[in-house]
């Protein structure tokens, strides 16, 4: 049980730029994982095991990426009682992201606009973390999952995009539980277009030979899901479904952050640039679970993330289709205590 109630954490944290905050909470997260005072903020993992894509996982809430760019804080994220953790998006250099400020609190309505960037150190200074965790030195002890999640950088044209995942897959590789593509942040130029049918099957299509020879030549098989946005119709998803089950991608990630700003009209910061997070995203990722169930069939994997703040939301998304689960956004408004909640919400099958 966590000794130090985020209610209190709370005020302190929301009176500083949102992106300082994070920066803090993950400077103190690195500092404390290894340390005796991180029992101040862990807690008990709930023990509900499902497998999905040839993977067990402990239990069925995850961290989505996006929060840990760098792989910083692995450990901090297991001792929260998370069942699997998701880091990165990790790009081949190192990237600033776009310029400053670029994220904002909505607390009205328990969201995030975030237009970030893929800002993180590169692919060498996100491996040499992900080596450092204990959950890869000592890989029983760590009773967690590891998905890592990777982009293109910005300068590369997006008819080279291709490369840099290309690149990314090959690095991360040895060291993932499962890999994820991400294709769908809002705030990289034109990265959405992988979305369409002939970008993403020219994409997958690459990324499916690179796997199966990176399985052949270390002997072992890594599951690849493709992360996509919320702000697709029902042909895309359509399109979208098929192309990743003839490619033989193993799940999908649903979804991203949206564009849409119909929820927030009015609020301020509501007209900022970037991808919108939170509440507000909850019904729009449902929606495209469900479809995306009813193409794929019931057996394929869904990892359902976006607007996840109290168990009841994330039994909607598994009622929608979901497998598993993954929150972000609803972290930051609730605290640690929302792992639990969830984790048991969905062991029970009712909030």
């Not at 997958?204 to 690179?210: D, F, I």
């Not at 679970?289 to 703040?309: C, E, M």
């Amino acid at each position: 049980m966590s000794l130090l109630p985020y209610s209190l954490a709370r005020p302190l944290l929301f009176k500083m730029d949102p992106e300082a905050a994070h920066e803090l909470t993950l400077d103190k997260l690195e500092k404390l994982q290894h340390s005796p005072l991180m029992c101040l903020t862990s807690q008990p993992k709930v023990s509900d095991p499902v497998r999905l894509a040839g993977l067990d996982f402990p239990n069925r809430v995850g961290l989505a990426a996006g929060l840990d760019k760098n792989a910083r804080c692995i450990d901090a994220w297991g001792a929260l009682g998370f069942g699997f953790v998701e880091v990165g998006t990790v790009t081949p250099k190192g990237q600033p992201g776009n310029p400053k400020p670029r994220m904002f609190r909505l607390p009205e309505k328990n969201a995030l606009i975030n237009r970030l960037g893929f800002n993180n150190d590169g692919l060498d200074a996100f491996i040499a973390n992900v080596k450092r965790s204990q959950l890869r030195q000592q890989p029983k002890k760590g009773g967690m999952l590891l998905g890592l999640n990777i982009g293109k950088n910005a300068a590369t044209p997006i008819e080279r995009a291709t490369d840099d995942y290309l690149v990314c897959l090959e690095g991360v590789y040895p060291h993932a539980d499962y890999v994820t593509v991400n294709i769908s942040s809002p705030n990289t130029k034109n990265l959405r277009e992988l979305q369409s049918d002939e970008a993403l099957d020219q994409l997958l299509g690459a990324l499916a030979a690179k796997r199966a020879e990176l399985a052949a030549k270390l002997g072992a098989y890594k599951p690849v899901f493709v992360k996509i946005a919320p702000d697709l119709d029902q042909a895309q998803i359509a399109v979208i479904a098929d192309t990743l089950k003839r490619h033989g991608m193993d799940g999908v990630v649903a979804t991203n952050t949206t564009l849409s700003r119909e929820a927030v009209k009015g609020l301020p910061h509501a007209e900022e640039a970037g991808g919108l997070s939170g509440a507000p995203v909850l019904e729009a990722s449902n929606a495209v679970i469900r479809q995306l169930r009813a193409r794929l069939g019931k057996d394929y994997p869904i990892i359902g993330v976006g607007g996840i703040l109290s168990g009841a939301d994330a039994l909607s998304k598994i009622e929608a289709g979901a497998d598993v689960v993954q929150i972000y956004s609803g972290l930051i408004y609730q605290g640690p205590g929302l792992v639990t909640e969830v984790a048991r919400a969905l062991q029970n099958g009712r909030a």
